[in-house]
Nanobody, 127 residues
Framework: VQLQASGGGLVQAGGSLRLSCAFS????????MAWFRQAPGKEREFVAA??????????HYTDSVKGRFTISRDNTKNTVFLQMNSLEAEDTAVYYC???????????????????WGQGTQVTVSS
């Protein structure tokens, strides 16, 4: 499996960005897809996840992005998106997409349980 993240950039506070993660090398619809982020000097943290077909494509978010970020997936294009609105300076980080086929619901917020990772894309929000 290979993941290719894109869409990062520099945006002013209150603005929007949409990240994309292209997936290849597996049966996309069965994979849980997630976004994590890592700010300088901080640990990688969970942002959002979209479970695969077995999980009903349910979506999950960390509290700090609920109502502002939306994760979605296009199974025809093997791509997962992260629409980020009302961006704040605290959202500045490198954003990584991750994938795993067998991850269980109780583990989806834990980076260590994902087998596949993209290269990361920088998001910088200026205040």
């Amino acid at each position: 499996v290979q993941l290719q993240a894109s869409g990062g950039g520099l945006v002013q506070a209150g603005g929007s960005l949409r990240l994309s993660c292209a997936f290849s090398g597996g049966a996309f619809r069965w994979f849980t897809m997630a976004w994590f982020r890592q700010a300088p000097g901080k640990e990688r943290e969970f942002v959002a996840a979209s479970r695969g077909s077995g999980g009903g494509y349910s979506t999950h978010y960390t509290d700090s992005v609920k109502g502002r970020f939306t994760i979605s997936r296009d199974n025809t294009k093997n791509t997962v998106f992260l629409q980020m609105n009302s961006l704040e300076a605290e959202d500045t980080a490198v954003y990584y997409c991750a994938a795993d086929q067998r991850i269980i619901l109780s583990s989806i917020r834990q980076a260590a349980h994902y087998d596949y990772w993209g290269q990361g894309t920088q998001v910088t929000v200026s205040s």
